[in-house]
């Protein structure tokens, strides 16, 4: 079946402007993970939605990152006003709440701040 | 919240060694620890996992060994070869709540 899929897959926007990228899990996960890779590094944990429950957000970096998720499905990740430092890929991950938690990765989306 | 520590950053092996990478996590109630390879320019990949129920599993030349009293696990790679050559990156997990390690980075010498 289809895997995660992300959109785009890649964006180019200037500093100051608002980008949103968009992560569609695995129809039936009730999980979805937004991380943040920079050129070389690990997997920054930015937030996690579980079924209805309250998203946890601790990873967010600051204000200008939400995220949403849309009757359990679609999540969009919104920067705002982004900044260079923004730059990076930002991979969207869906596990299932039924047998092992296997988190199944998108393609990621790599954002370039200018 | 639980947090993964991971080493070595960075491993460096010949052709046919062993590697070895290490992770502790806080949370006692982590119950399943994965491990996802993540070669250049691509998605991660889930190579190997285990249930807190269970102290060691192996694949072919991959294994995985839990220590829940040290709160330790770690990744074994027999024989290895180039193309095993990638970041390698632990996790730890309750209830589909699962954070990484920071990843190593494994380059695999001919």
């Known amino acids: 079946g289809a895997g995660v899929s992300q959109s785009p897959s890649n964006k180019v926007t200037e500093k100051g402007k608002d980008v949103e990228l968009r992560c569609d899990p695995i129809?039936?996960?009730?999980?979805l993970y937004w991380y943040r890779q920079s050129l070389g590094q690990g997997l920054e944990f930015l937030i996690y939605?579980?079924?209805?429950?309250?998203?946890?957000k601790s990873g967010l970096p600051s204000d200008r990152f939400s995220a949403e998720r849309t009757g359990g499905s679609v999540s969009t990740l919104t920067i705002q006003r982004t900044q260079q430092e923004d730059s990076a890929v930002y991979l969207c991950?869906?596990?299932?709440?039924?047998?092992?938690?296997?988190?199944?990765f998108g393609p990621g989306t790599r954002l370039t701040v200018l | 919240g639980e947090n993964v520590e991971q080493h070595p950053s960075t491993l460096s092996v010949q052709e046919g060694d062993s590697a070895v990478i290490k992770c502790t996590y806080s949370?006692?109630?982590?119950?399943?620890f994965p491990w996802y390879k993540q070669e250049l320019g691509k998605r991660p990949q889930l190579i190997i996992d285990?249930?807190?129920?269970?102290g060691e599993k192996k694949d072919q030349r991959i294994a995985v060994t839990l220590n829940k009293t040290a709160k330790h696990f770690s990744l074994h790679i027999t024989e290895t070869q180039p193309e095993d050559s990638a970041v390698y990156f632990c996790a730890a997990s309750m209830n589909n709540d699962m954070r990484f390690g920071a990843g190593t980075r494994l380059t695999v010498k001919p």
């Open positions: 129809s039936g996960h009730t999980a």
């Open positions: 285990i249930r807190s129920n269970v």
């Open positions: 939605f579980q079924g209805n429950s309250a998203p946890d």
């Open positions: 991950a869906s596990s299932s709440s039924q047998g092992h938690n296997e988190q199944f």
């Open positions: 949370d006692s109630a982590s119950n399943y």
